[in-house]
């Protein structure tokens, strides 16, 4: 790859989030990126889908901070888990970004849901048991179709990179949706979990305005 990938990562990511922010892409929106499922390096070309009668269903969007697995009472995994199901089978969201999750966390969470829904993500030092930052869909209303997991670093094609005095590794994932109740239109979700140690880390990742 060229030397400028980290900036043009950096770059990309910001586009990335300014589209989040201000509109879903249309079905009919077009993306530059590289091949495979890593960020885009240019700023996505936003097209507004033309104006119909279709009444789309609200999007419901959670985020969930699941907490280590800890063994230790009284707040072990082994208590929370039920809890964490009825809660999540109860809300019934599209889409919700998780934190903490251990694998075995979000298996435990997968077999607590109903089986249209699916979950992407990988631990945060490139090891499937570790912590991540997993997205969960139902795949009745969202096809995912491009998806990246990177490190909140200097160094974010290094998962398990940590150069901005963080307590830990951090990591975002981000995918990229196609929603079948609104016409095909297209938009992303992005879950991470900023550091709680550094004030330095916190806003090192955060996009301003591009330059």
Known sequence: MPDQRRVTRRLGLKALLAAMVTVPLSSAAAISSPTGSSASTQAPRVL??????????????MTFNLRYASTEEPNSWADRRPATGRLLRRAAPDVFGTQEGLYQQLRDIQSALAPHYAWIGTGRERVSGDESTAIFYDTRRLVPVQHDTFALSDTPDVLGSETWGGDTPRTATWVRFRDLDDLGREFYVLNTHLDNASQYARPSWRPGPAT
């Not at 104006?51 to 969007?61: A, D, E, K, M």
């Open 48 to 61: 507004r889908a033309p104006l119909t009668g279709h009444q789309t269903p609200p999007l419901r969007v």
